[in-house]
């Protein structure tokens, strides 16, 4: 079955406490994302990859990391978590990058104390 | 700077008659629109695009209509069912050199839409 997983679905954590949110996806896509959702703002673009050790900044960059060293897999960091994080993220993929379609994983929300 | 914006937080119509979600932008370097549905402790998934060449696609009971002039895109869903309650987002993707987005899309804040049996 063609998907994209995230791990873990919810993470309760503390200031300052680095993480690591992974994202895997089977369809050999090229294109993969990172976006975080909050009340009244929709989903907001963290980080793209257009393939493997290719990265570019979203709309909103600050304070995460993340890295594309396998074409499947691409974790989102946060090396010193705020509160202003608290969110709910999405992975997503997508076979290219001419306006394809995104395939969007479960979700993680994620609450920094 | 919200470049995509759907300025209504919430829809509410009764089954069998015309859900209209409305979906305005600024960046006129935009030219691939895209609606995704979401339902809750889920990844949106997608439901209906269209290029800035057409004005109209249509895909059984959703239809989106393209107004480049304006800006502004809408998605009707006719007839509407309860199964079609969840949040709606509209999203837009500009085009880069070689014809590529590089997936990069800017979504916008969401539609909840009830529809009551």
């Known amino acids: 079955e063609a998907q994209v997983t995230q791990n873990p679905r919810y993470l309760i954590t503390v200031t300052g406490k680095k993480l690591t949110v992974t994202c895997s996806q089977n369809?050999?896509?090229?294109?993969m994302s990172w976006y975080r959702q909050d009340p009244g703002l929709g989903l907001r673009q963290i980080y793209y990859?257009?393939?493997?050790?290719?990265?570019d900044k979203g709309d909103v960059p600050e304070g995460y990391k993340v890295s594309r060293k396998e074409k499947r897999n691409f974790p989102l960091i946060l090396e010193s978590p705020s509160p202003n994080q608290t969110s709910l993220y999405f992975c997503?993929?997508?076979?290219?990058?001419?306006?394809?379609?995104?395939?969007f994983g479960p979700g993680t929300r994620l609450l920094v104390l | 700077d919200q470049q995509v914006k759907q300025n209504s937080p919430s829809l509410s119509v009764q089954e069998g008659r015309i859900s209209i979600l409305n979906c305005d932008y600024t960046n006129s370097m935009f030219d691939y629109f895209l609606w995704y549905k979401k339902y809750p402790a889920e990844g949106p998934t997608f439901l209906i695009s269209?290029?800035?060449?057409?004005d109209k696609n249509e895909d059984g009971r959703f239809t989106v209509f393209l107004n480049k002039s304006a800006k502004h895109l809408s998605l009707h869903i006719v007839p509407s069912q309860p199964g079609d309650s969840a949040v709606y987002f509209c999203?837009?993707?500009?085009?880069?050199?070689?014809?590529?987005?590089?997936?990069?899309?800017?979504f916008g804040q969401g539609t909840i839409l009830t529809v009551h049996p």
């Open positions: 269209i290029s800035s060449i057409k």
């Open positions: 369809m050999n896509h090229e294109y």
């Open positions: 997503a993929s997508s076979r290219d990058g001419q306006q394809e379609t995104q395939y």
């Open positions: 990859s257009m393939n493997v050790e290719v990265t």
């Open positions: 999203a837009a993707s500009p085009t880069f050199a070689g014809g590529t987005s590089y997936g990069k899309l800017t």
